[in-house]
């Protein structure tokens, strides 16, 4: 997926740089080149003007003509530019760039109506990340469709689109619920959500694998493998499941989880090397270097020295994002309220939001940059990023400036995807290219439109607008600090603006999140950052208390907005709550259901208000739970002679099925009066027949923080 969008947001971008630069003017000012050794270099046809060096990827071509336009090898210099002075002036037709506009904002705007349009007209429950629905599953609470295989399939092309589309969304969020889904699935023996049965488990593993504790330690090692394929983060993964996710845990779930991120780092690493080996870079498939396995790699290198004093920073930059955390969460939590009452009953008005801000969104990426001045491109000849190195992949965009060795900050920031925004934010050595008020004016912008971007008609998710506003907040801090403190106490070289960037986007994560052990680890992960792991747990810790005193997470606050009953683990203020037992608040006399139960008793169980009932042996203890819905699968199946397989969960497809398929679709009371009614239309003997629950009820419970 990941490299999917990737393609398609270079595509957008190549695309509107041809548009606007189409029919270019140049006029060259400046041709000092100085030689340093022979290479050979390969151009199509004709003399190209001169540019600037950039990784020594282009230069100036002397009398390299052919006739037809014909390739041509060369052998000339490798040139450094010798003065920071212009190679040459371009003029760009207006014209130009209103068709650059069209083709940007329109771009978007046609790939966010087919990411909306999936979740609108086919599956609803693909929309947002899923990663509160995940949440709430694993702590107890069955949720209908949340974990369903046509979700797994809108959720995947609506990510892709919405992602590509350019919009301040992310995928790691839908990719985790991608994976607890691909866990759910393969606990089932069959599939039939698209119309067709198809059996890929053993008939004696399916026995197994289909009970709900077996079904729930499969989701939640999809969890974990989702983020270890988002992020590059196996044992963050492992770490993330553990602290925020899961309820339930034991030995053996974490070691099973960590074979299931183990695994799935490996195939992503080794999908990230045949991607990187199509570029031009000498990769080769299998090469496994840091570019394939880092996800947030600094676009460039320079060495920063680690000194005690960068936790002094740390702390401010925790304090400032904690408080920015808790204003995001608040924000999001009202446009989300606000569109849950205006937007949502209305279906057209679904598909036209996005739409909008799609419009809007793409109109201001592409208008503001050019209010902003340009500023040399950075390289490692002309001082700004020595002793750093450029990696080939960074993309300086410069499309509105004059000179084609210039760049402009704004426009670099605004018009990439967000990872390489976060990788332009993280590299060091590079003070002089993002200046701090551009930096800041692009992270209100950013700030903004994420959070009204968020819970949207379509499936993303929030962690790479969480990490590039965090890390834009703290470039923003590196920046003013990088220009003032040098006055006050002399050269400080710890006090680097990509580092601030870095402890930013940790602290900001821990302040919207409040994850903290799996956040430290995933951050050095993503950033391959090890060195910088006290001053990032510093702020991290510091992010959280801030954030903790004013609000809850995001995440357990969309929880507690969409009215799912879930726990929190905050203790309840009630001192002597521990002296009460269950007993004290169930029903008088308690419903039971034991193994094996006659039919009419079933029937009585039935007519009851409770969803849910415990199984007791003879000896009357518990040993089991058994829902309302498989005990009407049950008696349907003995009314109608249905044989039905062992291990049928609630929550799944094929026991829903079977109950439709045994009765008209309905409401839950419709569908108990006609239960009703034909057991009544049954002779004496058959409701005295006993039915055996031993293979349908489960004997692990749910549990709840």
Not at 82 to 91: E, G, K, N
Not at 116 to 134: C, H
Not at 284 to 311: N, S, Y
Not at 488 to 495: A, P
């Amino acid at each position: 997926m990941k490299q999917s969008i990737e393609g398609i947001i270079l595509a957008r971008e190549d695309l509107v740089a041809d548009i606007v630069l189409h029919d270019t003017e140049l006029e060259i000012v400046d041709e000092s080149l100085v030689q340093t050794h022979q290479r050979s270099f390969s151009v199509l046809g004709g003399t190209p003007p001169t540019t600037p060096v950039v990784n020594d990827e282009s230069a100036f071509v002397p009398n390299c003509t052919t006739p037809d336009n014909q390739e041509c090898t060369c052998t000339l210099p490798e040139v450094t530019v010798t003065q920071p002075s212009l190679i040459y002036h371009r003029h760009v037709p207006s014209i130009n760039y209103v068709k650059g506009w069209a083709f940007w904002t329109g771009s978007s705007c046609i790939l966010v109506l087919i990411a909306s349009s999936l979740v609108v007209f086919i599956e609803p429950a693909a929309s947002s990340s899923g990663l509160p629905e995940v949440m709430a599953y694993l702590n107890g609470i069955q949720l209908n469709k949340a974990l369903g295989r046509r979700v797994v399939v809108c959720k995947y092309l609506s990510c892709l689109f919405a992602v590509a589309s350019g919009l301040p969304v992310g995928p790691e969020g839908p990719m985790i619920h991608l994976g607890a889904m691909v866990g759910a699935i393969l606990t089932q023996s069959k599939d039939s959500a698209f119309g067709f049965r198809k059996k890929f488990i053993s008939e004696g593993a399916n026995r197994k694998f289909r009970s709900t504790r077996e079904r729930r330690d499969f989701i939640a090692c999809g969890a974990a493998a989702g983020v270890s394929a988002a992020f590059g983060a196996p044992m963050g993964g492992l770490l993330f499941v553990m602290e925020e996710v899961a309820t339930y845990w034991d030995t053996s779930l974490t070691w099973l989880i960590f074979f299931g991120t183990m695994i799935a780092f490996f195939f992503s690493a080794l999908l990230m090397s045949l991607f990187h080996g199509w570029k031009p870079t000498g990769h080769t498939f299998g090469e496994l270097t840091q570019t394939a396995q880092v996800l947030f790699q600094p676009l460039v290198l320079a060495k920063v020295e680690v000194h005690i004093l960068i936790i002094l920073p740390a702390v401010i930059v925790g304090i400032v994002c904690g408080f920015l955390a808790v204003l995001f969460t608040k924000m999001n939590l009202k446009i989300a309220g606000w569109r849950r009452r205006v937007i949502t009953p209305k279906k057209h008005l679904r598909i036209i939001e996005p739409f909008i801000l799609a419009l809007v969104y793409g109109t201001v990426t592409f208008v503001i940059p050019m209010l902003a001045h340009c500023r040399k491109n950075p390289s490692p000849h002309d001082g700004h990023a020595t002793p750093g190195q450029i990696e080939a992949e960074g993309v300086f965009i410069g499309f509105h400036c004059d000179s084609h060795s210039d760049m402009s900050p704004l426009a670099t920031l605004t018009m990439n995807s967000g990872e390489t925004v976060i990788k332009h934010l993280f590299s060091n050595g590079t003070s002089d290219s993002f200046p701090g008020g551009t930096v800041f004016v692009y992270m209100v912008i950013y700030f903004c439109f994420s959070a009204y971007a968020a819970s949207n008609t379509y499936a993303s998710g929030l962690v790479i607008p969480i990490l590039v506003i965090g890390s834009a907040t703290g470039r923003t801090l590196g920046e003013i600090a990088h220009t003032v403190l040098p006055d006050v106490f002399g050269n400080l070289d710890f006090i680097d603006p990509g580092t601030f960037a870095l402890l930013g986007a940790a602290a900001f994560f821990a302040g919207v999140s409040r994850l903290t052990v799996s956040l430290a680890v995933i951050m050095v992960e993503l950033s391959n950052e090890l060195y910088w792991l006290p001053a990032m747990m510093c702020s991290i810790i510091i992010a959280k208390w801030v954030a903790d005193y004013y609000s809850h997470s995001l995440y357990h606050a969309i929880i507690k907005m969409n009215n799912m009953p879930f726990l929190d683990s905050q203790h309840v203020q009630a001192p002597h709550l521990q002296n009460h037992t269950a007993l004290e608040v169930s029903t008088h006399p308690v419903v039971v259901v034991h193994e094996e139960e006659r039919m009419d008793v079933l029937i009585n169980v039935i007519k009851t208000k409770h969803n849910g009932f415990p199984v007791v042996a003879q000896d009357g203890h518990l040993i089991g739970i058994i829902m309302r819905v498989q005990l009407e699968m049950l008696v349907l199946a003995q009314i109608q002679h249905i044989n039905l397989p062992s291990g049928l969960t609630p929550d799944t497809e094929m026991s829903r099925g079977l109950i439709e398929a045994a009765e008209p679709r309905g409401n839950a009371e419709e569908r108990l009066a006609s239960l009703l009614e034909k057991c009544s239309r049954l002779p004496d003997g058959e409701l005295k027949k006993y039915i055996s629950c031993r293979r349908y009820f489960s004997n692990s419970p749910f549990f709840c923080k």
